[in-house]
């Protein structure tokens, strides 16, 4: 069979018309070229050990991808961005956007055979969503006045002003909904079900032994008729790239989630498999990797020296070297895959200058030996004279090309780096609950609107233990503000404007480094098909017997 490859890079963000009516029926799918094949396994691997598999806890890309097809949200996004009925099967928009009235699906049943309803929803957005997940916590816990579940199908939100962008967030990643009985009463974060979930999505959680794989079931009572075609799915854990693609080579998986830069051309020249690219991730989508600051050290408040690290980045070395082309410069605090939000003009905003971020570093009371080497301490505010310039860098094991390249950028303006790699949940733990860090990398997913993923990373209010917040403890009550007054603008211009204004602000007060927005190519043996670029994206897929 020759390559087929499928482009689903999100380029635009699609409006919502806030006027009541009902959902539109979900977009019909492209046929198959042949026909599905029913049953069989699809193994897939995957580069960390999640530690968790409720995805509701936590916006960890790491738990999200191991976990969400096993659970369900409100709606389903296309492809492009497009709301479809998923637990909720139709919707009116009220009010002008400040009332959203969702009729749930009849029938819906848990893994276990208990019933679904509204009170299921209420309480995971009340009990778990707005309190643990980063995302959902920053924008819609900030803007909601309340959740009524009137009867078992019907579930209401209600905002104190119109608030435009809720549909993009109420699918299985930004909002997935979790059983009522089974948490209830306990800390949904530590809850022992976190380890064997139930869901309603469209595989059902059959064991997980940490450190070595997930196994999957089909869900013969799953609401979407005929789906899944696989019987199983196994997500197998192998933290090297290179593991990874000798074992789809060898025929020991199926699907990798990314492929390793310098194997990228072979790969895709070979019949053997094919190839889908997208920005769309389990865990969110247009993500840009992102350098925070810990604003609680002496060290980094002043602005100064934040600004010359960002100088010292050659972000282009970074799209060539570690992502071999496969991404873009990150030339604003929010994606270009939010196009209304986007500036590319920005003042002042720090592309590679290494001068700048040297002449910085002097200003800034860091001096540099005259043969060179590392910089430090000259009358700097809280750190000794004499304190050389010695930073930690943390970073996910799977992070540590950008962690190697960061260093040694730093390394040519007089910065020392220690690299640290953390797995994803001693990462969250330390970053979020301990603080115990001075510079990390994070893979920030912006979402389709600047509500999802960006504002997260700025409020005040988000600084947090709950992981993938405001990692940086950043504090503007002017950029508190202008967030929540984009959230009640319905007016795109307008809330372009705002986003405009809040950008420009974070790039003079440079609480993080952009570094760059990243897509992904996902392959799998050319004998599976119609995989979609989500965390449901096994949901369609079929598998033919190897030949």
Not at 100 to 119: C, E, I, K, M, N
Not at 145 to 168: G, H, K, M
Not at 349 to 368: C, I, K, S
Not at 487 to 509: F, K, P
Request: negative net charge; hydrophobic residues 40%; charged residues 20%.
């Amino acid at each position: 069979m020759g390559v087929r490859r499928s482009a689903l890079v999100v380029t635009a963000v699609v409006a919502v018309v806030l006027a009541g009516c009902s959902s539109p029926d979900p977009a019909p799918a492209a046929p198959p070229v042949d026909e599905p094949v029913r049953g069989g396994t699809l193994v897939v691997a995957i580069d960390s050990d999640p530690g968790n598999l409720n995805p509701a806890t936590t916006t960890s890309g790491a738990v999200h991808t191991a976990s969400e097809l096993m659970f369900n949200g409100l709606v389903g996004l296309t492809p492009e961005l497009e709301p479809v009925p998923e637990l909720a099967e139709s919707w009116e928009v009220l009010e002008d956007g400040a009332l959203y009235r969702f009729t749930l699906r009849d029938g819906v049943t848990w893994h276990d055979g208990q019933p679904f309803s509204s009170a299921d929803v209420k309480y995971s957005f009340e009990e778990v969503l707005l309190k643990l997940h980063s995302r959902t916590q920053a924008s819609v816990g900030s803007a909601i006045e309340s959740i009524t579940a009137p009867d078992p199908l019907t579930v209401e939100f209600r905002f104190t002003e119109p608030y435009a962008p809720l549909l993009q967030q109420l699918d299985v990643t930004e909002a997935p909904i979790v059983p009522r009985h089974i948490y209830e009463g306990t800390d949904p974060a530590t809850n022992p079900a976190n380890q064997a979930p139930v869901g309603t999505g469209p595989f059902r959680f059959v064991s997980y032994t940490p450190g070595a794989e997930i196994r999957m079931a089909r869900n013969a009572e799953y609401f979407e008729p005929d789906l899944p075609h696989l019987d199983e799915v196994v997500m197998r854990v192998l933290p090297e790239d290179s593991s990874q693609v000798n074992a789809l080579r060898a025929g020991e998986v199926d699907w990798l989630f990314g492929v390793p830069g310098a194997e990228r051309a072979a790969l895709e020249a070979d019949p053997a498999f094919e190839t889908l690219q997208t920005s769309i991730n389990p865990g969110g989508s247009n993500c840009i990797m992102t350098v925070s600051f810990n604003l609680d050290r002496p060290v980094f408040q002043d602005v100064r020296v934040r600004r010359a690290i960002s100088f010292a980045l050659d972000r282009q070395q970074f799209v060539d070297r570690v992502l071999f082309g496969e991404g873009r410069v990150a030339d604003a605090p929010i994606s270009s895959g939010i196009p209304f939000a986007h500036v590319e003009d920005l003042e002042n905003y720090p592309f590679h200058d290494p001068a700048q971020a040297e002449r910085l570093l002097d200003e800034a009371g860091w001096t540099r030996p005259a043969a060179g080497g590392t910089r430090a301490a000259n009358g700097v505010a809280g750190v000794p004279d004499g304190t050389p310039l010695a930073i930690d860098f943390l970073a996910f094991p799977s992070f540590n090309q950008y962690a190697e390249l960061y260093r040694a950028q730093l390394a040519e303006v007089g910065i020392d780096v220690t690299l640290q790699p953390l797995d994803p949940p001693v990462f969250a733990q330390t970053v979020f609950a301990q603080r115990d860090f001075d510079t990390n990398i994070i893979s920030y997913c912006n979402g389709t609107d600047p509500e999802i993923g960006v504002k997260r990373q700025h409020l005040s209010t988000n600084i947090s233990a709950t992981p993938f917040s405001n990692s940086s403890a950043y504090r503007n009550p002017e950029v508190d503000a202008l967030f929540e007054q984009a959230a009640g603008t319905v007016d795109q211009d307008e809330r372009s404007e705002l986003y405009r204004r809040i950008q420009q602000i974070a790039v003079d007060d440079a609480p993080y480094a952009w570094v760059v927005e990243t897509t992904s190519t996902r392959i799998f043996r050319s004998g599976c098909q119609q995989f979609g670029p989500s965390g449901h994206f096994a949901k369609t897929a079929y598998c033919t017997p190897p030949q």
